[in-house]
């Protein structure tokens, strides 16, 4: 067990994360390029049929970013011990980006325009419109999907989580310089993995009444099924969110803490499970 430890602190999880990142982003670009936020399905079937390449640089833009994700969690995890000592300032704003990065995510869901995308979108819109007072004018901010369609969640996903990631992650990203040359393994096996693994794309199937969402989310899917949107959707994410940022050795609660977190986690991955499993 400490030699596979070991062997996982060993490996260079920014540098990972940050080549993906700009694979995804050059990938992301092209597929922008192509994507009209006013016809959202049509846009992403005449990308995947029409287009020269389009189904693959949609696959590279999707993969890449769920990679860049699953590799900045890594990042947090392995470079733990270093990063006590960040000031809390430093801490909070660097472990605000996993929040911020999902809402990339998921906006990138949503913008398919697919079943899945269209439904998602719409259960967001609603756990935001529950909330009293701040619901409304928060869901104008984000999503607004009912009254502007695709078009806000189109400037969001590509202009103000992306500034919005880079302002908290700067100060961090900047100590960090990543070359394609030095991770040509790493870039050929994201490369090759989406010319053989489509990006997801459902179309409406008619007489299916579950959906599942987006794998990140299906936990909290299969939460709303027994709670509020205001339970399952906004306090119990909140729970993890205030506990990771709290997350430091010289708080004197950080044993209480990290309890909290693993106990929290490991419910979530069961949800999950039971959500994939219907």
């Known amino acids: 067990m400490k030699v596979i430890w070991s062997k996982f602190l060993e490996i260079k999880w920014g540098n990972y994360s940050l080549l993906a990142l700009y694979i995804s982003v050059l990938s992301g670009v092209v597929v922008a390029w192509q994507y009209d936020p006013a016809t959202p399905f049509y846009s992403v079937s005449t990308i995947d049929l029409l287009i020269p390449f389009g189904e693959y640089f949609r696959s590279l ?68 419109l529950d909330l009293p007072l701040i619901g409304q004018p928060i869901n104008n901010l984000l999503f607004s999907i009912t009254d502007n369609g695709m078009k806000r ?15 908290l992650a700067w100060s961090h990203v900047k100590k960090y310089r990543v070359s394609f040359n030095n991770h040509i393994a790493l870039t050929i096996s994201i490369l090759l993995f989406s010319v053989f693994v489509a990006a997801p794309f459902e179309p409406d199937h008619l007489g299916v009444t579950y959906i599942s969402g987006p794998w ?63």
């Open 216 to 278: 990140f989310l299906v936990g909290l899917q299969e939460l709303l099924r027994y709670f509020s949107p205001m339970v399952a959707g906004v306090i119990v994410p909140s729970t993890l969110l205030i506990a990771i940022a709290l997350l430091q050795k010289r708080n004197r609660y950080y044993r209480c803490l990290l309890i909290f977190i693993g106990c929290w986690l490991f419910i979530y991955a069961i949800l999950t499970l039971i959500g994939f499993l219907r």
């Open 153 to 167: 969640i189109y400037v969001n996903h590509i202009v103000g989580f992306c500034l919005l990631w880079g302002w």
């Open 61 to 128: 833009h999707f993969y890449s970013s769920q990679f860049f994700f699953l590799f900045c969690i890594c990042h947090v995890i392995a470079t733990f011990e270093q990063a006590q000592q960040y000031s809390r300032k430093q801490w909070i704003m660097l472990t605000a980006t996993l929040p911020v990065t999902l809402l990339i995510l998921f906006t990138g869901y949503i913008l398919r325009g697919d079943s899945t995308g269209f439904s998602a979108g719409m259960i967001a819109e609603a756990i935001l």
